[in-house]
Nanobody
Framework: QVQLAESGGGLVQTGDSLRLSCATSGRTFSATVMGWFRQAPGKEREFVAAIRMSDRSTLTADSVKGRFTISRDNAKNTMYLQMNSLKPEDTAVYYC???????????????????WGQGTQVTVSS
């Protein structure tokens, strides 16, 4: 059984920082890639960032590049998303996900990720 659990969301002001955590358990050790997605009200779920387990290489969406950093602590079985310089347009529910069968590149499509957490709300006020 694969379980992903996000935490760390909240209400912050423009320019503030937050760190999201995604605790993993079960068969996620075999996941090739783990990622963060977000979904704002009335919008489609979109890719934010992902990290490949084998070499810790990362891919970050242009909309958050330079502000968000993805990382993983294998000893704690936890993935993080450090979010700095937050903007109102970053407001969304943030989900962590696992792509168990990723090829040699990091995929960004929602449909490529088999396992999902329940999401954590991030609200940035102006």
């Amino acid at each position: 059984q694969v379980q992903l659990a996000e935490s760390g969301g909240g209400l912050v002001q423009t320019g503030d920082s937050l760190r999201l955590s995604c605790a993993t358990s079960g068969r996620t050790f075999s996941a090739t890639v783990m990622g963060w997605f977000r979904q704002a009200p009335g919008k489609e779920r979109e890719f934010v960032a992902a990290i490949r387990m084998s070499d810790r290489s990362t891919l970050t969406a242009d909309s958050v590049k330079g502000r968000f950093t993805i990382s993983r602590d294998n000893a704690k079985n936890t993935m993080y998303l450090q979010m700095n310089s937050l903007k109102p347009e970053d407001t969304a529910v943030y989900y962590c996900a696992a792509d168990q069968w990723a090829p040699s590149w990091i995929r960004k499509s929602v449909t490529d990720y088999e396992y999902w957490g329940q999401g954590t709300q991030v609200t940035v006020s102006s």
